[in-house]
């Protein structure tokens, strides 16, 4: 028999599936051009939810890598799309197949959202030009023995942005606190409130760091600036070696600045601007704890005012910051942490 955690049926992973649905428009009903891609599992648990929506079947897109869960999936795909291989490879079949534009998608993946980075950032090539996307990201919470090290570097990246360095640690205690009251609904947990916020600092990083690197194309389609994201490695390298020497055999956790990088967001403007953002944690039926992110991502038309890449970071950290924190518990109950 499949069990709970495989088939992904139970309270609180239905809760955060509810939420996506109540995140999404209410209908999609008006538009013939809406396109979906999502991970189904086995039990495709999903589809039911974008049908009522007006979404049909053939209007969406499932991936799988795993062969042997992609045949299972097949039984029961009831119209879907299904790609076997990774999100990039969809990404790269809608490309080929002259498809619509992604108007959502949702990965909910087994295991760090870090690992699977590449996967997640190609989507917004295929995002629309005209209108808004959304997108929600699912993984596991950092509590590996590299925490706080990634803590550290990801806290870093942000401390660096911002010249107000009081502005700086206000808005990152409140995330604290938040992850502090979160702890106390978490009997036994002994992990630092700091480490808790690693995997939260470096998916909110790689999401400024892809919206500042997306340029709007002749051919109408968007494309990811690699001299620029790549113009930000020697400032990232210094800053990780940095953290790993400073960190201490005890473990330490000292933040690190580098005005270059602060400098150099502020030299680019930007064609996309995000402007909603919901924030999750959650335990699977295995207790394993996990956190979701979900943004809606708006593209700016050529003659509109743009941001710069600053602008974009400073929005991101802001909604971060002072959004609450929503925990599901076991039975789905929400419970809010401003």
Not at 21 to 44: E, I, K, T, W
Not at 93 to 112: C, M, Y
Not at 175 to 198: F, I, K, Y
Not at 312 to 337: C, D
Request: proline share 4%; aromatic share 12%.
């Amino acid at each position: 028999m499949m069990s709970l955690e495989r088939s992904y049926d139970y309270p609180a992973k239905n809760a955060v599936r509810r939420a996506w649905m109540q995140f999404l428009p209410l209908s999609f009903q008006s538009s013939s051009c809406v396109r979906g891609l999502y991970l189904p599992g086995n039990a495709n648990l999903e589809l039911s939810g974008y049908l009522e929506k007006g979404v049909q079947a053939h209007q969406l897109i499932g991936a799988e890598h795993n062969e042997d869960v992609y045949e299972r999936i097949k039984a029961q795909a009831s119209g879907i799309h299904l790609v076997q291989g990774s999100i990039q490879e969809a990404v790269r079949q809608i490309k080929e197949r002259g498809w619509n534009p992604l108007t959502f998608a949702n990965f909910d993946f087994d295991g760090s959202c870090h690992t699977f980075v590449e996967d997640v950032l190609s989507v917004f090539s295929v995002f629309p030009l005209n209108d808004p996307a959304y997108l929600s990201v699912s993984s596991y919470s950092a509590r590996d023995d590299e925490a706080v090290l990634q803590g550290i570097v990801n806290t870093s990246k942000f401390y660096s942005t911002f010249e107000s360095t009081a502005q700086f640690w206000a808005s990152y205690g409140r995330m604290m606190d938040r992850n502090t009251a979160l702890r106390r609904q978490l009997p036994g947990s002994s992990v630092e409130d700091h480490v808790h916020l690693s995997r939260e600092l470096g998916f909110l990083w790689w999401m400024a760091l892809v919206m500042g690197s997306i340029d709007r194309c002749e051919n109408a389609v968007w494309t990811v600036n690699e001299s620029y994201t790549q113009s930000f490695n020697d400032i990232l390298q210094d800053i990780t070696r940095r953290a790993m020497e400073r960190i201490g055999d005890q473990g330490e956790f000292r933040v690190l600045s580098d005005p270059r990088l602060g400098q150099q967001l502020r030299n680019r403007v930007c064609s996309l601007w995000p402007d909603r953002f919901e924030h999750y944690v959650w335990f699977t039926a295995q207790r394993q704890p996990m956190r979701t992110w979900m943004i809606r991502i708006q593209p700016l038309g050529q003659e509109e005012p743009r941001p710069t890449h600053f602008e974009v970071v400073e929005q991101l950290w802001n909604m971060a910051t002072r959004t609450p924190l929503v925990y599901l518990n076991h039975s789905g109950t929400k419970i809010s942490f401003d």
